[in-house]
Structures are given as structure tokens and as C-alpha cells.
């Protein structure tokens, strides 16, 4: 049987591209993808290593979350801080209670592996988790893995003449 490599890319509706592109850039450092045609489509962006693309419709519905790994836990709360981009602990309305002695109002801390979470609202109410590991990632084997090298700014091949520069 195949088995799946890794998630190649979400898609949520928004009601607005350029308010969504602008806060996707400056509250998770995404990169614009120019894909030529395919732009006049979707609004596609780079986060980390994946893609998020975005269908815009005069009434978008939010479903779910989804989540994104963060490479530094302190300076997403100061970014978030400096935006004005409310976080909570509690993904739903209710706020649930402490599991830890770390858990606040705004960020948790999971019991089992020391994991930073808490959640953000993009302008269509898109939920999104912020989640970092400090005790990294490992292999069934208890091996150290590292995630894909993000600093060269990684993109999918394309054909020639169809990538573009933002």
C-alpha cells in the first residue's frame, strides 16, 4: 500500500485576499507564491516547509483548525503582542481548565511532551493552533530527526518559465 509523505497543502476560504495575504505575511512570516494563471484561482502562500491556499467566496466558512509548528515560541507571542492578534489556551468558547501549572489564559503546555500551544483567528475566523516542541522531534527509534531546512526558502520545482519572484 502507498503511503502519504506529508501534507502538501491546506485550503481554506476567505472573503478577502489582499487582507489575508497581508496578515498570513505578518503574523506567520508567510512568502507569497506567484504561479502565474493560478493566482487569478487562489491565493497559494508558503508557511514553513508547506502551502496554505486560499479560495475566496463572498460568504466563507470556517471548519476546524488546523495547526503550525513555530520555530520560536517567545518571539511568536512578542509578534502576536505587537499585531494585536488575540491568543487564547481554549480552541473553543468555553475555556477549559489548567492541565498544567504553566497553563494560562493564554497558552497551555501539554503534560506529555512539554509542547507550547494556543490559538489565533485569521480575519475570516479561520482557527489556527500555534504549537512548538522544545524537546524536537524523534523517530520510532527515539532518534533525533530534523525537520526540512526552511533558511533556503524551500518551493516546489516547477516548469520552466512558470515560477515567478514576489
Known amino acids: 500500500m502507498a503511503g ?3 501534507i502538501h497543502h491546506v ?4 472573503s478577502d ?7 498570513y505575511e505578518k503574523v506567520l512570516g508567510a512568502e507569497f507564491l ?11 502562500l508558503r508557511i514553513g ?8 467566496t ?14 520560536d515560541w517567545d518571539q511568536m507571542l512578542l509578534n502576536l503582542d505587537k499585531l494585536g492578534v488575540a491568543y487564547s489556551r481554549s480552541a473553543g468558547a468555553v475555556d477549559a ?6 497553563d494560562t489564559q493564554y497558552q497551555g503546555r501539554r503534560e506529555d511532551n512539554g509542547e507550547h500551544y494556543t490559538y489565533v483567528h485569521d480575519p475570516d475566523g479561520n482557527m489556527i493552533e500555534l504549537v512548538y516542541h522544545p524537546l524536537g522531534l524523534m523517530d520510532s527509534a527515539g532518534n533525533p530527526v530534523a525537520l526540512a531546512d526552511n533558511t533556503k526558502r524551500l518551493r516546489w520545482k ?7 519572484s514576489a
Open 11 to 14: 485550503n481554506v476560504q476567505i
Open 34 to 44: 506567484d504561479r502565474g494563471p493560478l493566482n487569478q484561482r487562489q491565493l497559494q
Open 158 to 164: 516547477q516548469k520552466d518559465g512558470v515560477a515567478r
Open 97 to 102: 481548565p489548567p492541565r498544567t501549572s504553566e
Open 49 to 56: 516547509t508547506g502551502e496554505m491556499h486560499f479560495t475566496e
Open 58 to 71: 463572498p460568504e466563507a466558512v470556517c471548519t476546524g483548525h488546523f495547526a503550525v509548528e513555530v520555530d
Open 17 to 23: 485576499r489582499a487582507r489575508t495575504r497581508d496578515w
Open 4 to 6: 502519504v509523505k506529508l
